[in-house]
């Protein structure tokens, strides 16, 4: 199995740029996680869905980010407009049956 | 709600030397338990998990970790840490069925030296 996908590894953007990142989970699985890491908050959990529905999205920061899954093999997470706090790294987890297996991750950098 | 405490930040230990990584959980209940591991620039990899059953689990890389539920720990254990080793660890803990959330503790960094 090739995991989980993530795309792209690396973003860089100027502030107020949209940005998208996506995700492929692997085959069969029914959760789907979106993390966010940096170095002050550690790795933060911003959605997550179950068969494709969002389920808690409580820790999304606000409302620029919005995250949709419109099939069970793939799943976006979008800012607009975006801004120098929101550099980090964004990783995608999915899981089945209680076991999340990350993705390698999308290091972005707004400028 | 759980959360999980790892109380070394950071821990350095030579190459050959033995391991012990701590992490304690809150939780009424059984909990779903993990021990990550996360390489510079990497993603995390999961080492091992616990959902039942016997209370020592092996895991990859020779890494194990002992679920105790008098003390509330799940501490993860490597007989000797190679140079490869060198990385951040993570535990978690998740609630089970119908929830798969996870809850991270804030991470230990490993440092190996020669």
């Known amino acids: 199995d090739a995991g989980v996908i993530q795309s792209p590894r690396h973003e860089v953007t100027e502030m107020g740029q949209e940005v998208t990142l996506r995700c492929k989970p692997i085959?069969?699985?029914?959760?789907l996680f979106w993390y966010r890491q940096t170095m002050m908050r550690g790795l933060e959990l911003l959605i997550y869905f179950n068969n494709n529905v969002p389920i808690d999205d409580s820790g999304m920061p606000e409302d620029r980010f919005s995250a949709k899954m419109p099939n069970a093999s793939f799943s976006t997470l979008k800012i607009q407009p975006s801004e120098p706090r929101d550099s980090a790294v964004y990783f995608c987890?999915?899981?089945?049956?209680?076991?999340?297996?990350f993705g390698p991750g999308t290091r972005l950098t707004v400028l | 709600a759980q959360s999980v405490t790892q109380p070394d930040i950071h821990i350095t230990v030579s190459e050959g030397a033995s391991l012990e990584l701590r992490c304690n959980y809150s939780y009424g209940a059984t909990p779903y338990l993990f021990w990550y591991v996360q390489s510079p620039g990497q993603g995390l990899q999961l080492l091992l998990k616990y959902f039942s059953g016997d209370t020592l689990v092996q895991g990859i890389k020779g890494f194990e970790a002992e679920f105790k539920r008098s003390q509330s720990s799940f501490n993860l254990r490597k007989p000797s840490v190679h140079w490869s080793d060198a990385a951040e660890y993570f535990c978690a803990v998740g609630v089970g069925s119908n929830d798969y959330k996870l809850s991270f503790g804030a991470g230990t960094t490993v440092t190996v030296r020669a």
């Open positions: 987890a999915s899981s089945l049956e209680g076991t999340q297996y």
């Open positions: 085959s069969g699985h029914d959760y």
